[in-house]
């Protein structure tokens, strides 16, 4: 199997994002709508220093996109990050993708910018999801009803956290 690597996104990988957010799945697990014009496309992936826009390669092609949010400019949260979207190419689904995705996240979270919370929601029936998340040392905190639309019908959201404890804490 091979290597996954990650690097920030560019301006090139623009195509292939589009495909990855009109999948299916990844369209039923995020707010996103099935259809986005390029012009929104290109402002998301364009640059913005409270977010941290990854891409993950597997064989120079592009297997997945995530994102980080952060709040330089608010002075009680500047601590706390959100994991705005993990997504993965259908064809690299299965293979790492959304681990190495993720590493690389709280690498930076953890280790540049020293966030002590990173955050998420998950809809409900996303049991993979779950599980990547807890691998990451994520746990549960709560449920919220009705989140969003999915599939024509209502779905929870369960919120997620992980709390990164400094060695010099009491």
């Given at each position: 199997m091979s290597e996954v690597s990650v690097r920030h996104v560019e301006a090139r990988d623009a195509e292939v994002i589009r495909e990855?957010?009109?999948?299916?799945?990844?369209?039923?697990?995020?707010?996103?709508?099935?259809?986005?014009?390029?012009?929104?496309?290109?402002?998301?992936?364009?640059?913005?220093?409270?977010?941290?826009?990854?891409?993950?390669?597997?064989?120079?092609?592009?297997?997945?996109?995530?994102?980080?949010?952060?709040?330089?400019?608010?002075?009680?949260?500047?601590?706390?990050?959100e994991i705005n979207m993990i997504t993965t190419h259908q064809r690299f689904r299965g293979r790492g993708v959304g681990d190495a995705l993720m590493a690389a996240m709280l690498e930076v979270a953890d280790n540049w910018l020293r966030l002590r919370r990173v955050g998420l929601f998950c809809w409900e029936g996303n049991p993979k999801a779950v599980a990547l998340y807890e691998r990451h040392g994520f746990v549960r905190e709560g449920v919220m009803r009705d989140f969003v639309v999915v599939d024509g019908g209502f779905c929870d959201a369960t919120m997620m956290g992980r709390i990164r404890r400094d060695p010099l804490d009491a």
């Open positions: 990855i957010f009109q999948s299916p799945h990844v369209v039923r697990g995020t707010t996103r709508l099935p259809f986005q014009a390029s012009e929104e496309l290109s402002k998301r992936i364009g640059y913005d220093p409270a977010m941290l826009k990854l891409v993950a390669v597997i064989e120079d092609e592009v297997a997945g996109y995530a994102e980080l949010q952060t709040f330089p400019d608010w002075a009680r949260h500047r601590h706390a990050g």
